[in-house]
């Protein structure tokens, strides 16, 4: 039997370490046992999913060496590689269940299932689908159907008994069929769910492996209740342990950075940010914690995968990169990635139209751009000037900026002026009480070249990061104030 592995990112955002992870290790699985590794764009999203984002997860996950024998942009004979075309391939194994009683048409509406759900919580109970509309007679059904009322299509779930999941590293794990939801197979467009999709595909991509988070624990029982019905043999499976925040939290952006992006940005080496990804997860034989992805390959065994929550720790990847540097190489290879970080000349002619009507001689070049190559800028809440605006109108308006940040991906300077002009007007405060603490985040600055044109060629991840830093600076949100803000940022959009 041939290894064949699959990592399947959801186009809808920054290129997520989480994403280089799971790749990380299916890569390593593949590779040391001559098999195949394939790259699968989930896009089955598609208010959410966008070309852009699909473009940064495979531009990223290349500039780590992660590559791909199989994916969207290079092929191959298990294609087509996105979901959005293969809609036509999930509804005829959508129709299959429905025909063979293990699936069925749920005409319920959005109302009925919140009145649903209140009721089973109010009386103690696991909210969940009743079945209501699994017993609709076949008549009703047909009718309902040619009157082109909406519907979707749930899968049928055992009343009583339990599952077990086989795990590779966690033996296997005993879950109720009571707690398991009769899930969604097909939306009212068409067009699958997750669980169903990623069935099909990992039976007719002939995927031997799956190496996911253990977040998806609890949905494995809908998945092989799928290979079941469909009567197909279920992949091997192995569940790995989330990355966390120092704090023991699931990784997030709101406590650490999660774009790979931003530690390309950053200057970090991707042999290192590889090297530290694989040393979160596993182990080599000697304990050695410096190695290479060729090293791990070659040493790699699904044995050594460490069940404990792996501490995403930047301080800990900022030492590794650093032996990186040191000891791996010379001054002239040193020269050489750091002249393609930054100091290259496509970078130079995007800075020099921002500062040449502001200096007269070379050497004032260096504080007024320092910001372009820095991390975090260095300041304090004085920088901030807070005697106009409160602490806690700053932290708003810099928490409304980085939610509108996060939703661009249409990145450059024209697109960046007119977010900040919407938002001026949506919170009907003026542009330059809005952009002023906008440049101190940015730039550590109130005064620097021009912002949006500075934001355009500093990229988006580190714009974003530099904006949760500075909230971080004003002293925070916390989960309360966080919940009002979400109310108040929601209200504004529907103005």
Known sequence: MKVRTRVAPSPTGDP??????????????ARQHGGEFVLRIEDTDAARSTPESEAAILESLRWLGLEWDEGPDIGGPYGPYRQSERKDIYGQYVQRLVDEGNAFHCFCSAETLDEMRKEQMSRGETARYDGRCM?????????????????VVRMKIPAEGSCIVHDRLRGDIEIDWSQIDMQVLQKTDGFPTYHMAVVVDDHLMEITHIIRGEEWINSAPKHLLLYQYLGWEVPEIIHMPLLRNPDKSKLSKRKNPTSINFYRRMGFLPEAVVNYLGMLGWSMPDGEEKFSLDTMISHFDLNRISLGGPVFDVDKLKWLNGRWLREEFSDEAFADRITDWALNRENLLKVIPLIKERVDIFSEMAPLTSFLLEGMPAYDVSAFNTKKQSEEDLRRILQFVLWRLEALRDWHRDAINNLFMELGEALDIKIRDLLAPVFIAISGKPVAPPLFDSMALLGPDICRARVRHAIEVLGGVSKKQLKKLEKDYEALNRS
């Open 135 to 151: 017993h609709l007679s076949p008549a009703e059904v047909k009718a309902r159907l040619a009157a082109s009322e909406p519907n």
């Open 16 to 29: 997520h370490v989480g994403t280089a992870y799971m790749s990380l290790f299916c890569l390593c699985l």
